[in-house]
């Protein structure tokens, strides 16, 4: 597996919520991770952005683990950022969010990160639907 640098929106120190999980399973599978998360300062050791703007450098992956109405208010810093690519997890689809993507030409796929990361599919190319007329339904 390729080691990634991977920011987590949504960051929690909450062992119970699925960006806690994501956090540790990211780590034990050696990626260098960056949290944000406006608020804490930090989380069992690693230093917490209080905003994506505040994140530097060249970034793998985006996964997202916050609700539409506060990913709608960063599609500017998230287009900015210009991940290699964005995990929406469940409940975190964003069609907004999504179409920005699409135009800075930023790979996003609905995904959960810890299905990913256990099923071995984390670093597989995200797959591209098929038009209608080359499904084998229409064959």
């Known amino acids: 597996m390729k080691k990634e640098r991977v920011v987590i929106l ?26 944000v998360n406006r ?9 917490v952005q209080a905003d994506i703007s505040a994140v530097t450098g060249e970034v793998d992956t985006l996964t ?13 810093p998230i287009i900015k950022l210009k991940p290699k690519r964005v995990i929406f997890n469940p409940s975190t689809d964003n069609a907004r969010l999504q179409l920005a993507l699409d135009g800075a030409e930023i790979e996003w796929q609905s995904a959960c990160t810890l299905v990913l990361l256990r099923t ?13 007329e080359t499904s084998e339904a229409a064959q």
Do not use: C, F, N
Request: no cysteine; aromatic share 8%.
């Open 10 to 35: 949504g960051a929690s120190d909450k062992p119970d919520r699925y960006s806690y999980k994501a956090m540790k399973r990211l780590l034990e599978a050696g990626h260098e991770i960056v949290l």
């Open 39 to 47: 608020g804490y300062t930090e989380i069992e050791g690693h230093p």
């Open 64 to 76: 997202i683990y916050v609700r539409p109405e506060v990913s709608s208010l960063l599609i500017e």
């Open 120 to 132: 071995g599919q984390y670093d597989a190319p995200i797959p591209k639907e098929l038009p209608p």
